[in-house]
């Protein structure tokens, strides 16, 4: 994407405020055609002084008292204009820059879990506060005073050549040379500003990554090797950003001195036509009123520019997460998933992940309503994988899942997710109060139905002890929580949600064996009418399951209760000695 494509896509995205960008695009104009008369009036003004020995002094005053008058309402009226433009640029930038955080927010949570699994959450973090905040910055400075500089170069510049066009061609060149200049270091540093950014990315994530594990940090004595290895991304952007600051700063130099030359240009150009009756005093003096306002607005151009093109690389980053679209698309006219019963029903589902081998093969099965259903296997056999399908994280590449008959690619998203609830070997709290990590379940749940679903998920004793009771911050992750206590919570809220299907994903796997017995009684109270799926490596909490399937190699291989399937000596019988040897 090019910088004026990057930029292009800035001014659309404050499309949904057309009326207050038209009126700020009037506000401009007006503002850009106040100052162009305001150094007419003062070369007006000063040759009139010229003239004050051969006129006579009452005509003199009159004369001088109109343009001066008139130049102090100009100026003040110029002073409101800007006055409204800007507090009007800043209210559209404050505005833009929420919608658009709000927006990339609301994406990137949208996004399915294959999206996270390969991008780093300091990375998404950067990407969304910095685009953000460069978007405010162009929005702003754009409509408060780049529109007005283009207003000048456009409209105003060519209109100076009517009142002496060899003087106004001082100011063309002036112009051609910013452009130049502008134009040249874009060209030479672009790549190096690309490098520079993704280094600051990869910094943004290290640290994120550091401070997100820090005590593992901390316990493996990793402070000196963190901060070395974090010093040494801070040198890997120092050297790409400085050749770039180097040559901005050239460029800052450059213009300078050209405004300096076309002062000069003008003084001495002005003084030869003067002296060949081809310039007035007033036409020279209106001529070093334009120069000193163009040189101004060109200078906050080739700012705007160095700044425009400094955060193109975030705002390209930004626009990317923006465009990166769903694995799993919602249809137009998808329907609200309705569940009677519960009914679950996998017919010849295979997958594979793109790119990758296939991860299931012809799975069929059916989970009867209210039955529990328990998948095992080895490690990476596809038992997570499907029940990830059935949550649409991914869609089958062959096959079909239906619920109660409604194949899962003709609902939304939103009403399958709504009917199933998921407990997490890792419960992935919020970090907020318990009783907002609850309401995650149930966002109107009364307190009444906080407190059964917690004495349900037996964790009401545990959390009336807490220095807050409902309203203590339990911290990232639920640091300051056990692992039991995190677990019951979550079960309580899964209670909470009341969805008729139920995953249950390696829930107890972390836990020993007396915080186990309390959880397992809470599970108990939560599986029971829903349809559920076990997924467990703990062979011995699937025992009660009413068909167990076993997995391996992305097949189902055996299935049926647990007392047939260890009679029958094959794959899952030896899964059960294994366990019970290493016991």
């Given at each position: 994407?090019?910088?004026?494509?990057?930029?292009?896509?800035?001014?659309a995205?404050?499309?949904?405020?057309?009326?207050?960008?038209a009126?700020?695009?009037?506000?401009?104009?007006?503002?850009?055609?106040?100052q162009?008369?305001?150094p007419?009036?003062?070369?007006?003004?000063?040759?009139?002084?010229?003239?004050?020995?051969?006129?006579?002094?009452?005509?003199?005053?009159?004369?001088?008292?109109?343009?001066?008058?008139?130049w102090?309402?100009?100026?003040?009226?110029g002073?409101?204009?800007?006055?409204?433009?800007?507090?009007?640029?800043?209210?559209?930038?404050?505005?833009?820059?929420?919608?658009?955080?709000?927006?990339c927010?609301?994406?990137?949570?949208?996004?399915?879990?294959?999206?996270?699994?390969?991008?780093?959450?300091?990375?998404?973090?950067?990407t969304l506060?910095?685009?953000?905040?460069?978007?405010?910055?162009?929005a702003?400075?754009?409509?408060?005073?780049?529109?007005?500089?283009?207003?000048?170069?456009?409209v105003?510049?060519?209109?100076?050549?009517?009142?002496?066009?060899?003087?106004?061609?001082?100011?063309f060149?002036?112009?051609?040379?910013?452009?130049?200049?502008?134009v040249?270091?874009?060209?030479?540093?672009?790549?190096?500003?690309?490098?520079?950014?993704?280094?600051?990315?990869?910094l943004?994530?290290r640290?994120?990554?550091?401070?997100?594990?820090?005590?593992?940090?901390?316990?493996f004595?990793?402070?000196?090797?963190?901060?070395?290895?974090?010093?040494?991304?801070?040198?890997?952007?120092?050297?790409?950003?400085?050749?770039?600051?180097?040559?901005?700063?050239?460029v800052?130099?450059?213009?300078?001195?050209?405004?300096?030359?076309?002062?000069?240009?003008i003084?001495?150009t002005?003084?030869?036509?003067?002296?060949?009756?081809?310039?007035?005093?007033?036409?020279?003096?209106?001529?070093?009123?334009?120069?000193?306002?163009?040189?101004g607005?060109?200078?906050?151009?080739?700012?705007?520019?160095?700044?425009?093109?400094?955060?193109?690389?975030?705002?390209?980053?930004?626009?990317?997460?923006l465009?990166?679209?769903?694995?799993?698309?919602?249809?137009?006219?998808?329907?609200?998933?309705t569940?009677?019963?519960?009914?679950?029903?996998?017919?010849?589902v295979?997958?594979?992940?793109?790119?990758?081998?296939?991860t299931?093969?012809?799975?069929?099965?059916v989970?009867?309503?209210?039955?529990?259903t328990a998948l095992?296997?080895?490690?990476?056999?596809g038992?997570?994988?499907?029940?990830?399908?059935?949550?649409?994280?991914?869609?089958?590449?062959?096959?079909?899942?239906?619920?109660?008959?409604q194949?899962?690619?003709?609902?939304?998203?939103e009403?399958?997710?709504?009917?199933i609830?998921?407990?997490?070997?890792?419960?992935?709290l919020?970090?907020r109060?318990?009783?907002?990590?609850?309401?995650?379940?149930?966002?109107?749940?009364?307190?009444?139905e906080l407190?059964?679903?917690?004495?349900?998920?037996e964790?009401?004793?545990?959390?009336?002890?807490?220095?807050?009771?409902?309203?203590?911050?339990v911290?990232?992750?639920?640091?300051?929580?056990?692992?039991?206590?995190?677990?019951?919570?979550?079960?309580?809220?899964?209670?909470?949600?009341?969805?008729?299907?139920?995953?249950?994903?390696?829930?107890?796997?972390?836990?020993?064996?007396?915080t186990?017995?309390?959880?397992?009684?809470?599970?108990?109270?939560?599986?029971?009418?829903?349809?559920t799926?076990?997924?467990?490596?703990?062979?011995?909490?699937?025992?009660?399951?009413?068909e167990?399937?076993?997995?391996?190699?992305?097949?189902?291989?055996?299935?049926?209760?647990?007392?047939r399937l260890?009679?029958?000596?094959?794959?899952?019988?030896?899964?059960?000695?294994?366990?019970?040897?290493?016991?």
């Open positions: 994407m090019s910088i004026l494509q990057t930029y292009a896509r800035v001014l995205a404050m499309a949904r405020d057309r009326r207050i960008m009126g700020l695009v009037a506000g401009n104009i007006a503002a850009a055609a106040l162009f008369l305001d007419m009036l003062f070369g007006r003004v000063i040759g009139l002084l010229a003239q004050s020995d051969t006129m006579p002094r009452a005509p003199l005053i009159a004369h001088g008292t109109d343009l001066i008058l008139l102090v309402a100009i100026g003040t009226a002073i409101l204009t800007n006055l409204a433009t800007a507090l009007g640029a800043e209210r559209l930038a404050h505005r833009t820059r929420l919608r658009a955080i709000q927006s927010f609301n994406h990137a949570l949208a996004l399915p879990s294959a999206f996270h699994a390969n991008t780093h959450s300091g990375e998404i973090m950067k506060l910095s685009g953000s905040e460069s978007i405010f910055a162009l702003l400075t754009f409509f408060r005073e780049n529109l007005s500089t283009a207003v000048a170069v456009f105003l510049l060519p209109l100076s050549a009517f009142v002496n066009w060899r003087l106004s061609t001082v100011l060149i002036l112009v051609a040379i910013f452009v130049t200049i502008t040249f270091v874009v060209r030479r540093t672009q790549a190096a500003q690309r490098r520079a950014n993704a280094a600051q990315s990869l943004a994530a640290a994120q990554d550091a401070i997100g594990n820090v005590t593992a940090v901390q316990s004595g990793r402070l000196q090797a963190e901060s070395t290895s974090f010093a040494a991304l801070i040198d890997e952007v120092v050297r790409h950003q400085f050749p770039v600051l180097n040559w901005w700063a050239a800052s130099m450059l213009t300078r001195a050209a405004s300096t030359l076309a002062v000069i240009s003084v001495v002005g003084a030869l036509l003067h002296l060949r009756g081809e310039a007035t005093v007033a036409e020279i003096v209106s001529f070093m009123g334009f120069a000193t306002l163009l040189i607005k060109l200078e906050s151009a080739v700012n705007f520019a160095s700044n425009l093109f400094t955060r193109a690389p975030v705002l390209a980053d930004y626009f990317s997460l465009d990166t679209s769903s694995s799993v698309p919602e249809r137009e006219d998808a329907d609200e998933l569940v009677p019963a519960g009914e679950v029903a996998f017919e010849n295979s997958f594979a992940y793109p790119g990758g081998p296939a299931l093969a012809e799975i069929s099965f989970a009867r309503p209210g039955s529990v095992v296997g080895s490690t990476g056999a038992k997570s994988t499907a029940m990830n399908l059935l949550q649409r994280m991914w869609d089958v590449t062959d096959g079909g899942i239906l619920i109660d008959g194949d899962l690619r003709d609902v939304t998203l009403s399958l997710r709504d009917n609830a998921v407990v997490f070997q890792e419960s992935l919020f970090n109060s318990i009783r907002e990590n609850l309401l995650v379940g149930k966002p109107d749940a009364t307190d009444a407190e059964q679903a917690c004495r349900l998920a964790a009401h004793d545990f959390i009336i002890r807490q220095p807050h009771g409902y309203d203590t911050l911290g990232e992750r639920g640091i300051t929580l056990s692992g039991g206590q995190r677990q019951r919570l979550a079960i309580a809220r899964a209670l909470l949600k009341n969805a008729p299907i139920l995953i249950l994903d390696e829930a107890t796997s972390a836990l020993d064996a007396a186990e017995a309390r959880v397992s009684r809470a599970m108990r109270n939560l599986m029971r009418g829903r349809t799926f076990i997924i467990a490596h703990r062979l011995c909490t699937v025992r009660d399951a009413d167990i399937l076993v997995f391996d190699q992305g097949r189902i291989v055996e299935r049926g209760p647990f007392d260890v009679a029958e000596h094959g794959r899952f019988a030896a899964l059960v000695d294994a366990q019970l040897t290493h016991s």
